[in-house]
């Protein structure tokens, strides 16, 4: 197996990475495991995909192994597309899931459900090694509920409908695997990867 740093503290994203890149034989470890800090690392791009890289890059100097980092977040229509990439510090730097949803909800009541529009997005950078950079970003589409449903995954999950009416956090990890904005990006990084250890044998 080949060890992969993920470049973040959160056990539900660690989870789903590894799920789908277990298949490849990469295994996937926080940067915390390895007594590597992020804390002094400021996301301060203005995309998705560049806090990503400056996530994926710092890990990847401070550990001298592969490393990934992703930077995801929820864009809601009507509100011309907060919270964005400021979806984990939208209710304060070190405030829960619970207090981040309470926010976005009072934010839209009155909103009716037709224009209750919003999209996750997850942008994905893979530092292999200084030459060897993949990135790659994947979204999805759905609604966002009056009220949280489900006790499943984590951020935002609990409101964000699907076009059956379950939220995400109503979903199996494996149902959410093949249609979620991560599980898109991991799919689309997957076959990225296994291009490029093909390449490797060749």
Partial sequence: MIEFIMATNNQGKVKELDRILNPLGVTVVTAKSKNISLDDVEENGATYAENAKIKAMAAFQKSGLPCIADDSG????????????F?????GENATDEQRIAKLLKNMQNIPKAERSAHFVCSICC???????????????????DSPKGNGG???DPVFLIDDGRTFGELSPQEKDKISHRGNALRMLSNELKRFFDNQEV
């Fill in 127 to 145: 530092v292999i090694d200084e030459k060897n950079i993949i990135q790659v970003e994947g979204t999805c589409s759905g609604t966002i509920a």
């Fill in 87 to 91: 979806s984990a510090r939208y209710a």
């Fill in 74 to 85: 929820l864009s809601v229509d009507c509100l011309n597309g907060e919270p964005g990439v």
């Fill in 154 to 156: 984590f951020g935002y």
